[in-house]
């Protein structure tokens, strides 16, 4: 009876861990460049990670501003344009970079007070229901030049 027993002991942490829960969508590497005229809206970026299951970003919203819209910088025929979108795919254990020149955030009136602290938290929308909170670190216009912090680098913390 004690070996069947031991044995089961055994396995059963390999068999559990081959059920682990799947890899969630999360966002990371988070900031704003903001507005050197504050009538103006301020621009946002990060990475969305697709989880296990592919997903799709709904919005963005925050009690830090007034407005936030997603819109995507294109060229046409040399002329430079910006469109906003309502949703955006996240394929699964893909990703979808927000950066200059491409897809950002616009946030219109953004809070003295986010700005004073240096951050803000947006809350991103999932198609599925999920709603991902995320810091993002607010870059005055003398610092937008500064390239985006790595995931983990000690400055973000």
């Known amino acids: 009876m004690r ?3 031991a044995l089961f002991a055994l396995a059963a942490p390999l068999a559990l861990s081959a ?15 903001l507005s050197p005229n504050k009538e103006m809206p301020s621009a946002g970026y990060f990475v969305a ?6 997903t799709q970003l709904r919005g963005v919203i925050t009690d830090y501003a007034l407005k936030v819209e997603m819109h995507e910088s294109l060229t046409k025929d040399g002329m430079t344009t910006m469109e906003r979108i309502d949703s955006v795919d996240i394929p699964a254990k893909g990703k979808v970079a927000f950066a200059p020149g491409g897809k950002h955030l ?8 986010a700005i004073s602290r240096g951050k803000m938290q947006l809350t991103f929308l ?30 973000e913390h």
């Open 3 to 5: 070996a069947p027993l």
């Open 19 to 33: 059920c682990g829960d799947p890899a969630p969508t999360y966002v990371d590497q988070a900031w704003i460049r």
């Open 49 to 54: 990670h697709g989880g296990d299951a592919g």
């Open 106 to 113: 616009m946030l219109f009136g953004i809070n003295d007070t």
């Open 126 to 155: 999932m198609a599925n229901g999920d709603r991902l909170l995320v810091d993002a670190v607010i870059r005055k216009p003398e610092a937008a030049a500064v390239p985006a912090p790595k995931a983990g680098d000690a400055s």
